[in-house]
């Protein structure tokens, strides 16, 4: 028999939990073994440990844990969770975001072919093909222009992504294809199929994103965040709220956002939109049906006064009111990426001091002594997150610098 507050949710790190069991919620909890940790059990009623990116394998698991367990709804906020929580949905007739749309925002290719085929959305079209070998690449180029992005088709956090210069710049973004889907050796992309890449048109510009909800169709943009790129890798190494933007250019970002929603078929929960302010307007770069990272829900929980986190987990649970509208600012807050040099960790300092300062949101750090640190080539070789809050953007972001700053993480050569 289904139980109405009991709900199934398939990976993330462990304060998603605690977030369902603020909101009354029995979990039962879909994690890799390697990722669940024994402190978990008391937050859960039942644990299934899996490898849940292989469907073949979790659906015969997710029946039994659903005949046992009669969970109501499915919820992942990992990216590498949409899509067997949309397979879920399909199985057991939960509602939720189905399967078919799940997938048009894990596959950049597949995004993009929804886009072309919905003209009605008002959208600027953006050109792509597959990678089919070099010579695609050289065709690509000249037909569409130089530069242009070649990037894989799934993944997340920048990963892969390369900017193709002029055409003899084919030659080396082929061998990094190659290169990636014989294996990088990164050990964060195991739970991604690296194996299509797509070009892109490159389209020249800032970039933002709106985090967005969306109440069974009716979409409201909770915030309009500005990304601060390394320019070298493409990597965000800031985030800030409200983006430094003129009203007006700000509201067509958020619309362009509730129209590329509509377009896609979405209609229930959390997405986090990434939008190119291009020479012509706003473009949609790509998207995900999930939260965004870079501490990017504590820092809308303090500015704007809700957690899309347990929005999306309290949503499909009946736990949530719609919001009438977009929500009221107070101040701002930005997000700065942690860093160090590559080798070992020995020891860190400072990071008691700014967890205790009264401007710190949050700090997610995500090594200790001991671990490994990678060179810095993209936003997953990154070591954590600390945001901080400021009375405007400009002061936010630099107390968010400053504060990265402050904490010192010593590593030796490996």
């Given at each position: 028999m289904t139980r109405p507050n009991r709900i199934l949710l398939v990976g993330g790190p462990g304060y998603?939990?605690?977030?369902?069991?603020?909101?009354?919620?029995?979990?039962?909890?879909?994690q890799t073994e390697q990722d669940f940790s024994p402190e978990y059990r008391d937050l859960v009623d039942d644990?299934?440990?899996?490898?849940?990116?292989?469907?073949?394998?979790?659906?015969?698991?997710?029946?039994?844990?659903?005949?046992?367990?009669?969970?109501?709804?499915?919820?992942s906020l990992t990216e590498p969770g949409l899509d067997p929580v949309a397979r879920v949905n399909d199985l057991l007739g939960l509602g939720g975001t189905p399967y078919e749309v799940s997938h048009r925002f894990t596959d950049k290719w597949l995004m993009r072919r929804r886009?072309?085929?919905?003209?009605?959305?008002?959208?600027?079209?953006?050109?792509?093909?597959?990678?089919?070998?070099?010579?695609?690449?050289?065709?690509?180029?000249?037909?569409?222009?130089?530069?242009?992005?070649?990037?894989?088709?799934?993944?997340?956090?920048?990963?892969?992504?390369?900017?193709?210069?002029?055409?003899?710049?084919?030659?080396?973004?082929?061998?990094?294809?190659?290169?990636?889907?014989?294996?990088?050796?990164?050990?964060?992309?195991?739970a991604y199929e690296i194996d299509r890449f797509v070009m892109e048109e490159y389209v020249e510009g800032p970039l933002y994103s709106a985090e967005a909800f969306s109440f069974g169709g009716r979409h409201v943009v909770l915030a309009v965040t500005e990304a601060i790129t390394e320019k070298r890798n493409h990597v965000h190494v800031g985030h800030a709220i409200p983006a430094r933007l003129a009203t007006d250019v700000e509201e067509a970002v958020a619309d362009t956002a509730v129209r590329f929603l509509d377009a896609m078929g979405f209609r229930d929960g959390s997405t986090h939109t990434e939008i190119i302010l291009g020479p012509d307007g706003p473009v949609i770069c790509e998207s995900q049906n999930r939260v965004g990272g870079a501490l990017l829900t504590d820092m809308i929980q303090d500015v704007y006064g809700h957690d899309p986190m347990s929005m999306a987990i309290g949503w499909p649970m009946g736990l949530v009111e719609p919001l009438p509208d977009r929500p009221e600012r107070r101040g701002a807050a930005a997000s700065w990426l942690l860093l160090a040099d590559?080798?070992?960790?020995?020891?860190?300092?400072?990071?008691?001091?700014?967890?205790?300062?009264?401007?710190?949101?949050?700090?997610?750090?995500?090594?200790?002594?001991?671990?490994?640190?990678?060179?810095?080539?993209?936003?997953?070789?990154?070591?954590?997150?600390?945001?901080?809050?400021?009375?405007?953007?400009?002061?936010?972001?630099?107390?968010?610098?400053?504060?990265?700053?402050?904490?010192?993480?010593?590593?030796?050569?490996?």
């Amino acid at each position: 028999m289904t139980r109405p507050n009991r709900i199934l949710l398939v990976g993330g790190p462990g304060y998603q939990l605690q977030k369902a069991k603020d909101l009354g919620l029995d979990v039962v909890y879909v994690q890799t073994e390697q990722d669940f940790s024994p402190e978990y059990r008391d937050l859960v009623d039942d644990v299934v440990l899996t490898d849940y990116t292989d469907w073949p394998t979790l659906r015969p698991l997710v029946e039994k844990a659903y005949e046992k367990w009669g969970f109501t709804a499915a919820v992942s906020l990992t990216e590498p969770g949409l899509d067997p929580v949309a397979r879920v949905n399909d199985l057991l007739g939960l509602g939720g975001t189905p399967y078919e749309v799940s997938h048009r925002f894990t596959d950049k290719w597949l995004m993009r072919r929804r886009l072309a085929e919905t003209p009605s959305s008002g959208l600027r079209p953006v050109a792509a093909e597959l990678v089919d070998g070099q010579d695609s690449l050289v065709r690509f180029g000249e037909t569409h222009g130089y530069p242009f992005v070649v990037k894989p088709t799934g993944g997340t956090a920048s990963f892969g992504v390369t900017v193709v210069q002029d055409r003899a710049g084919t030659e080396p973004a082929w061998h990094h294809v190659q290169h990636l889907r014989d294996g990088s050796g990164h050990p964060l992309i195991g739970a991604y199929e690296i194996d299509r890449f797509v070009m892109e048109e490159y389209v020249e510009g800032p970039l933002y994103s709106a985090e967005a909800f969306s109440f069974g169709g009716r979409h409201v943009v909770l915030a309009v965040t500005e990304a601060i790129t390394e320019k070298r890798n493409h990597v965000h190494v800031g985030h800030a709220i409200p983006a430094r933007l003129a009203t007006d250019v700000e509201e067509a970002v958020a619309d362009t956002a509730v129209r590329f929603l509509d377009a896609m078929g979405f209609r229930d929960g959390s997405t986090h939109t990434e939008i190119i302010l291009g020479p012509d307007g706003p473009v949609i770069c790509e998207s995900q049906n999930r939260v965004g990272g870079a501490l990017l829900t504590d820092m809308i929980q303090d500015v704007y006064g809700h957690d899309p986190m347990s929005m999306a987990i309290g949503w499909p649970m009946g736990l949530v009111e719609p919001l009438p509208d977009r929500p009221e600012r107070r101040g701002a807050a930005a997000s700065w990426l942690l860093l160090a040099d590559e080798g070992r960790v020995e020891r860190i300092e400072g990071l008691d001091e700014i967890r205790a300062a009264p401007d710190t949101v949050a700090v997610d750090l995500w090594v200790g002594p001991g671990d490994q640190v990678r060179p810095f080539a993209g936003q997953w070789d990154g070591l954590g997150h600390i945001a901080v809050r400021g009375p405007d953007t400009d002061t936010a972001v630099a107390r968010a610098r400053a504060a990265a700053g402050r904490l010192r993480i010593h590593t030796r050569p490996a």
